[in-house]
């Protein structure tokens, strides 16, 4: 049974900064390529960054330089270090394991609210 359980979220004022993780089992975790998704209220879910099997990293827009996407293979986790955090960042976020053409996996997501 694959599992993917996110972790890390919370509450945090502007300018803060949050470290997501999101450990994978029941895959054969180095062979896929990981991504963080995010959905805000009444929005649509959105890529907010991907790591594929051999590291290569891409990031949306509107995170480029504030967050950054890393791989432990050896611990089948995926992590998200987020920094200058801003209101619009709040959102649920959604680790994801894609191995096209396979069928892909979902996690349960976890909550960052930026607030003051």
């Known amino acids: 049974q694959v599992q993917l359980v996110e972790s890390g979220g919370g509450s945090v004022q502007p300018g803060g900064s949050l470290r997501l993780s999101c450990a994978a089992s029941?895959?054969?975790?180095?062979?896929?390529?990981m991504g963080w998704y995010r959905q805000a209220p009444e929005n649509q879910r959105e890529l907010v960054a991907f790591i594929s099997a051999g590291g290569r990293t891409n990031y949306a827009d509107s995170v480029q330089g504030r967050f950054t996407i890393s791989r432990d293979n050896a611990k089948n986790t995926v992590y998200l270090q987020m920094t200058s955090l801003k209101p619009e960042d709040t959102a649920v976020y959604y680790c994801n394991a894609d191995r096209a053409p396979y069928p892909d996996f979902w996690g349960n997501g976890t909550l960052v609210t930026v607030s003051h």
């Open positions: 029941g895959i054969t975790f180095s062979v896929y390529a």
